[in-house]
């Protein structure tokens, strides 16, 4: 089974041949690919030191899936030269997530998206996939009316020079600024370009995939993302209403049992999701469950993740694993 990580030296790229490994995923050849700069240098996979190849020679190399993790202009010029090879990409970028011929997935949510004649397979935004994994197994009981959504995503959702930009602020040094202001005892409401109604494209993406995801064109949704300076993880305060009625005891019993989803919910004991402790794991943690007495069948939730885990590298690892259930492959 051959497969492909293409942007094997960022930071998602990294986490991905991570999770690979961790995961026992039937690798019998990696090919790990990035740009110019990276051609040549080893990354170290199950004990093995494995040079680093150009994305010329993963194309030729024809892997069964190429696993893409290197921004939207890469994949969208690279990602249609691996699917005319015949590899299923799964791209972890925004280039292909709202094209209507390609399923964005997320397998706790929409497993049934894919079909055999897909060839490149979109994995959505960090902060979408942690929202609609806790809220896809309440709507399937309760029949989801409307979101509002406010999210403190981590410093590693902009990369390693955000993380670097944080680090130097608390020594004191002069930073390489990546964000238009210090991050360090900050928060920044500016996730992505502003668009021209106001909103962040990040806001944007979550409202236009959680929709697409959960097959759900109507959905009323509106979001505000803000960058703090943390890491481990996204966390998300979300307002839910529904069409019929809930209660708390029903809320927690039902994400008590959801594929994907940790409960942590015991605020007499101080016990809440946090990106601390969610840090390198795999579940979206879900607490603070409250009933929203100013609306009728409305829930408070907050909800953090590993961005880089289940945000990110897990998801698009899961979707493989998914396609190998399902029998494309010979493992």
Not at 6 to 29: D, H, S, Y
Not at 36 to 45: D, H, R, Y
Not at 134 to 162: C, D, I, M, N, W
Request: glycine share 6%.
């Amino acid at each position: 089974m051959k497969i492909a990580v293409v942007g094997a030296t960022g930071l998602v790229g990294t986490k991905m041949l991570q999770i690979l490994e961790e995961r026992n995923f039937p690798v019998t050849e990696l090919l790990p690919a990035a740009s110019a700069n990276s051609i040549g240098k080893s990354i170290e996979f199950k004990g093995q030191k494995i040079p680093v190849i150009s994305l010329e020679q993963a194309v030729a190399a024809k892997p069964h899936i190429a696993l893409f993790s290197a921004g939207g202009s890469v994949s969208l010029e690279w990602a249609p030269r691996f699917a005319e090879n015949g590899t299923v990409v799964i791209d972890n970028s925004s280039a292909w997530r709202m094209d209507p011929n390609i399923p964005l997935v997320v397998p706790e949510v929409n497993p049934n998206a894919v079909l055999p004649t897909h060839k490149i397979i979109a994995n959505p935004n960090c902060s979408t996939i942690q929202m609609v994994v806790a809220l896809q197994p309440l709507h399937e009981k309760f029949q989801l009316k409307r979101v509002v959504v406010s999210t403190y995503q981590s410093v590693t959702g902009t990369g390693q020079k955000a993380v670097q930009q944080m680090f130097d602020e608390r020594a004191g040094n002069t930073p390489n600024r990546v964000y238009p202001h210090p991050i360090d005892l900050n928060a920044l409401p500016h996730i992505d370009v502003f668009m021209p109604d106001g909103y962040t494209k990040e806001e944007w993406k979550m409202m236009v995939e959680t929709r697409k995801i959960m097959g759900l064109p109507a959905l009323k949704i509106t979001a505000t993302t803000v960058r703090i300076p943390t890491m481990g993880g996204h966390s998300e305060s979300i307002n839910a209403s529904f069409e019929k009625a809930v209660s708390v005891n029903e809320i927690k019993d039902i994400l008590s049992h959801a594929p994907g989803v940790t409960l942590q919910d015991n605020p007499e004991k101080f016990e809440y999701p946090m990106p601390l402790s969610s840090h390198n794991k795999d579940d979206v943690f879900v607490g603070r469950i409250r009933m929203d007495e100013s609306e009728t069948n409305a829930i408070n939730l907050w909800v953090v993740s590993d961005n880089l885990r289940k945000g990110a590298a897990t998801n698009a690892i899961q979707i493989a694993e998914m396609l190998v259930q399902k029998g494309w492959f010979t493992a």
